[in-house]
């Protein structure tokens, strides 16, 4: 049996064997549970909610005369406040 040190150790010298759980379940279907369990080190999986990757990107673009990014401040944070409401809802 592995102990979290020895997986540890092969994730260092990048030996680990890394699985998501699509393959995990393949690799199931495929060989069983037994062998599968044998096999793999590290199991992945992908989880979304909204605070773990969102971010906003404000393109001001270009204006004719150049604006100082000051004055646009108003609408930063506007955006902040729609985006805030938006996460919680």
Same mark, same amino acid.
């Given at each position: 049996m592995r102990t979290l040190?020895?997986?540890?150790?092969k994730i260092e010298n990048k030996k680990a064997v890394v699985w998501t759980v699509e393959e995990?379940?393949?690799?199931?279907?495929?060989?069983?549970?037994?062998?599968?369990?044998? /096999?793999?080190?590290v199991i992945t999986t992908g989880t979304f909610e909204? &605070?773990? !990757?969102?971010g906003a990107i404000?393109?001001?673009?270009? /204006?004719?005369?150049?604006?100082?990014s000051g004055n646009v401040g108003? &609408?930063? !944070?506007?955006?902040?406040?729609?985006?805030?409401?938006w996460i919680c809802i």
């Open positions: 040190s020895d997986i540890n150790d995990l379940k393949a690799q199931v279907a495929e060989v069983g549970i037994p062998q599968a369990a044998k /096999t793999v080190d909204p &605070m773990e !990757s969102s404000l393109n001001l673009g270009h /204006t004719d005369p150049p604006s100082k108003w &609408m930063a !944070s506007r955006l902040i406040q729609v985006l805030e409401q």
